[in-house]
């Protein structure tokens, strides 16, 4: 399938209501599609010792959230990278993989102040004194073609953080996935898992060939311990109050599509059929 105009897309959906599926299938029947999550990013600043990512690793293994304002500057320096995103048609100085110091000692230095993280980002892709930080002077520099197409994945999670996005970049399509709670209910009830490789099964939908076993190891499945009801109407009632917002926010900017579905796959060709329409159009549509 062909994108053919420049597709900015995010999914937002209650846990369990199957949003790591559709980006699947979405990045499946849409090789133009590319995948951009937060937290790979940040793992991989972790992994290749970078000023910022020897900042925020204590921070990452602990559980705690990283400052939006890092995240951003990510999310801005991976689309100039890739040269989505120019500042007064230039190309970024620097690179995330590239860019780094002479070496490990330097870097932890440099890590020891938010001085120094701010430098190393600000290296990357430097705008001219004359740029302003507006949404629309930002969206100027913003590639239509239909190879800068992406699926952000774990942000924004809150109105706040899609105001600063909108800054940088405009999402264009910002589907919210819903299935009745109930149901999200029982299907985490009858979850299991391989803790060693991640694989999930489930009683309902995709029952192991040997109850309580994994399909290729035959090890034991285990249930995780957040697939309890009450550990979920917990997780689902704190998504309702922080999601809210959100979708209030695209909203009001006429990006937000709403789908429905008992399951996934009810909810995938609807998915797919609007996608075609917003992004393969008229004559071409044929082409997709």
């Given amino acids: 399938m062909r994108i053919r105009k420049a597709a900015r897309v995010i999914l937002i959906g209650a846990p369990g209501v199957g949003k790591g599926t559709q980006s699947e299938r979405l990045l499946g029947r849409f090789p133009q599609l590319a995948h951009l999550s937060s937290g790979d990013l940040l793992r991989h600043n972790v992994k290749t010792r970078t000023p910022l990512g020897i900042k925020v690793e204590s921070t990452i293994k602990n ?3 990283v400052p939006d304002d890092l995240i951003l500057r990510l999310i801005r320096n991976e689309l100039s990278t890739r040269g989505w995103l120019t500042h007064n048609g230039r190309p970024p100085i620097m690179t995330l993989a590239s860019a780094g110091l002479s070496s490990g000692a330097d870097a932890e230095s440099a890590a020891d102040s938010d001085a120094g993280v701010a430098a190393f980002l600000s290296q990357q892709s430097t705008p001219s004194p004359t740029d302003s930080t507006s949404a629309s002077s930002s969206a100027t520099g913003l590639s239509s073609d239909p190879s800068a197409s992406f699926l952000l994945d774990g942000f924004p ?132």
Avoid at 190 to 211: D, L, M
Avoid at 254 to 278: C, H
Wanted: proline letters at 6%; glycine letters at 8%; charged letters at 30%.
């Fill in 63 to 65: 559980g705690g959230l």
């Fill in 157 to 288: 999670r809150t109105a706040g953080q899609a105001a600063q996005l909108d800054a940088i970049v405009p999402i264009n399509l910002v589907v919210s996935l819903k299935t009745p709670f109930s149901v999200i209910l029982a299907r985490i009830g009858g979850r299991w898992v391989h803790e060693p490789s991640g694989r999930v099964y489930n009683e309902t939908f995709n029952a192991p060939k040997v109850p309580g076993r994994d399909d290729v190891t035959g090890e034991p499945l285990v249930r995780r311990a957040d697939d309890s009801e009450a550990v979920y109407r917990a997780r689902f009632e704190k998504f309702e109050e922080t999601s809210a917002p959100l979708l209030d926010h695209y909203a009001r900017q006429g990006v937000l599509w709403e789908v429905e579905g008992m399951s996934s796959d009810e909810i995938t060709p609807k998915l797919m059929a609007e996608f075609e329409r917003r992004f393969c159009t008229g004559a071409e549509k044929e082409d997709c």
